[in-house]
Each structure stands twice: as C-alpha cells, then as structure tokens.
C-alpha cells in the first residue's frame, strides 16, 4: 500500500472510513513509520486545538442565562400539562392545605392579631455588614445613612441628571 | 584570530555588556504583579493616615444617587466620614473605630450604635481575598493620576465569564484605593468612588474621632450582628427549620457563611435585638467580590417596606416586592410557608433567575 493520504489519515482518525479501508489503514499504520508519524501529528494537533479551545472556553454571562431562562420559564405549558400539574400530589395537596387554612382563618375562631414584619431596612444593614470585607463592598456605615436617608421625600436624586447636579 | 581583531572584539563585548547594564536605568520599569498590589491595598488603612474628600455615585438600573464625603483616617482602625452632600446627609456623620461604627443622624439627634466583628476578622478578610483570586483574574491596567497622586490601576476580571467586575486605581507609593469603579453583569457602571482631594498627615486631632454623646443626643443600638458561623448544621439548628438554598448560583459564589438574628420589629427603635423578635437565618454566598445573602423566616413576617416604594415582579406564580438602593437589589416574596428576602450586588433579573431556584 502507498503512503496513506492527509485526507486519508484525517478520514481514518475521525473514523469515517469504510470498514475495509479503515482495516487497510490501521493494518498500514502499524508498519509504516513515515504515515504514523503523521498519524501522531494529526492527533496532537487535534488535542491542541481541543485544549486551547477548552481553556478559551467561557461561561455566558449571569445576565444572559437569567434571561434565556426568564423566557424559557415565560414559555405557556400546553392544556394537559396545565391540568396534569393541577392533579399532582405535590401541587394538590398544598392547595388543598391553603384552601383549609383560608377558611379557617376567615373564620370568627381565627385569632386575629397584628401580623409581625420585619424591617426591610435590616436585611440591606445586615448584607452590608456581612458582606463588609468584599473588594466591592461601601465603607461600614454608609450604607443605614443613604438608606434612612430616603425617608424625606425627594431627598435622593431620581435620575442620573439630578445625581450628577447633586455632586456638583 | 589576529591580535588586532581580539582587541576589537574584547571592546565590541566590553561596550554591550556595558549597554546591557545601562538600560534598565533608561527602560519603562518592569511590570507591577497586580494581585501583589491589590494584597498591599487591601492593608494599606492600618499604615497610612489621611484626610481627604470623595465623593460616590451608586447606580441602580434606572436611577444614581451620589454622596459627598470629607474623610479623616488615622491608622490603623480610627475613621470619621462626615457627608457634605446631598442635603438630606448634610452634617451627619460616622466614626467606625475597631469593630463599633457609630452614626451621628444631626437632623434626629439621634446616635445609632453598631458593633460587627467582622470588620476586624483577619481570617475572613483573608479568606476573602483567597476566594477573589480563585475567580477572578487581576490585570494590571497601567498608570495614572488620581487627586495629584500617581496611580497604578488594577482590573479584576471574572474567570467564568470574561466580564469585567471592578477597576480600582491605588496610590502607587502608599497602595491606598483613590478610585474604584464596580460593573454590573451587562458592563454598566454599578458604583464609582473618587477621591477629589487627599492629603496624607499622622496630625489629626483626637478629638475629631470622639464618640462622645453630643448634648440633646439620644443613643439606640443598631444591629447586633452575632460572628457568622461557617457550621451550618448548627445555624439550621438554632434556626429550628429546615431552610431553602439556592440551586443555581453564578459560577464561583459559595456559601461562607451563616447566622441566626433576631430581628426586633419595626418602630421598636432597631433593627435587631432580643425578646419578641423574628428569628431569621442569614446565609451569605460570595465569589469574594460579589455576595448575595438569603434570608428566611417561618413566622410569615413579611418585610415592612416603610418608605422603600417597593415595586412588584410576578415569578414562580408568585408575588415578589423589590426595591434598588443603588447598586444592590432586595427582592422579598412568601413561598412554601417561609418568608425569603434576598439582597445582592446583581442586577433585578439575576437576582430573580436565583430566587427561582430556591424552591424549584
């Protein structure tokens, strides 16, 4: 057999030879040294791209998979999957739940006291606080000033006009 | 080889290795290791004393809110920021020293007193600055000037997705941060901080870092946040339920830690403290530069917005309130018997694509 082909050999890595001629060329490559030195060139030239590939490789942008998924998620289920989730235990049994306890506390035996809140303030004071040793994070402090700040009304500027009017 | 010749070529040797000493004195000096210099900043508060002004920008998606503030440092933990802008923060001011920051609100007469321990923690800060070098890659971004003082800039730029997160620009001699500009997931400017003015001096008078209470001043405690726990079997535990976490997390972001407060109700004159409270659990997840903290309750205590003007967002066949303080996002909403707020320096879709995954 003469030396095999770059077509030949590139074929025969990817496994795209007929099982005759793929036998010829494996059976070729065992004796010539000439064609597996450029069957061995061909591999490693296919796993440097491969790896260069890999490490150029990037994940999408956070902003970018939370909307592909927001559309994904606004996609409308067909009729029967609307009606199969409707029978899952899974969804009926907590709507079932909710339907009781509605009742029950729209009945007069339902205590009717005042419903505790938490102050929003505190979840924005305590992810600043926490979070104080990120690179990103404002000097301590500043964050429960500007926040309480915005009880005047009209105190903090509502568009980037009036913020940059603001810092001169 | 002729004698002629060897002399020759003895001087042609004697003057390139005389021009190859010389031109590092002539040369552009050799490149800055960034992370070297951000390691240096992230001290350098503890060895320089300063006075100075800067002024900040915070940008939601569609709003800016922008503070003046004249600072006065004295290494390595006194500070005193005192706001000359906008109106409403005219005069206020706040004294941090160690790990109490204390909030002089002049239009209420009024201190609030807060102590965090982590502001001291050197383990965490120091395991923070770990976590951003696993996930992010700094880029040293050349030279400048920032308020008359040379700079050398650094760019820290996310491994998993290419994107830029911040830019900071350090005193090239003291590593002080001068500018800082932070990027939202889509390249949009999130915050900037400048300084316009800054003069180092060790010459600040005591007194400018009393907490002293000024005359007519009530004081009231602000939070007390407990040490974050890294054990969460024993914050679930002293929870006493079994909470949610979030499935789909940006790529980097780990849990660091958690905690259990006890959130006073509002009006009570804090926003935390003990004795008829809402338990809460804290759990904080961060990829060192960006963090997101999820909060969870099984009281049904929803979130009082008070003056917020939150706005409504619909997902996961449920209502979600939010709000924008700058940069950062609070998304509350009630799901499966527990109340979720979660606040983070993301964009509101991010925020959402998370709050999703919490109960899929």
Known sequence: ?168 | MPFAKRIASAAFGAIALLAAAARPAHESPPPLDPTALLRASVDAPKTVSYVGQFETVRFSSSHAVATIVKVEHRSPEETRRWYVAPDALYGDYVIQRGTAVYEFDTKHDKVTVTHNPLLDDQVATADNFDRVLENYRAIDDGPGMIAEHPTDSVELVNKYTGERAIRVWLDAKTHLVLKKEAYHGNGAVASQTLFDDLRYTTSIPEAVFSTALPAGFSEQNGTELSMPSTDMDRTIKDAGFKPYTPKDLPQGFVLTSSAVDTVARPGTGSTSGSGGGVRTLHLLYSDGLRSISLFENSTGASADFGNLHPKTIRFSDHDASYVEEGPTTLITWNEHGLHFAMVGDLLLPELVAIGKSVVP
């Open chain 1, 1 to 168: 057999m003469n030396h095999l082909t770059t077509a030949q050999l590139s074929d025969f890595v990817h496994g795209e030879l007929s099982p005759a001629n793929d036998a010829l060329a494996h059976a070729h490559l065992a004796d010539c040294g000439v064609c597996r030195a450029e069957y061995d060139a061909e591999i490693a030239l296919g796993e440097a791209l491969r790896a260069a590939a890999a490490s150029e490789e990037l994940e999408f942008p956070s902003i970018v998979k939370a909307v592909v998924w927001e559309r994904i998620r606004e996609m409308p289920p067909s009729p029967m999957a609307r009606l199969s989730a409707w029978l899952r235990p899974l969804v009926a049994v907590p709507v079932a739940a909710a339907l009781l306890v509605g009742v029950w506390f729209a009945s007069p035996y339902a205590p009717h006291g005042a419903h505790p809140t938490v102050d929003a303030a505190y979840y924005l004071e305590a992810h600043a606080a926490e979070s104080g040793d990120s690179l990103l994070a404002e000097p301590a402090g500043a964050t429960m000033l500007e926040t309480s700040m915005e009880d005047g009304s009209g105190a903090v500027p509502a568009t980037l006009a009036e913020a940059v009017d603001a810092v001169r």
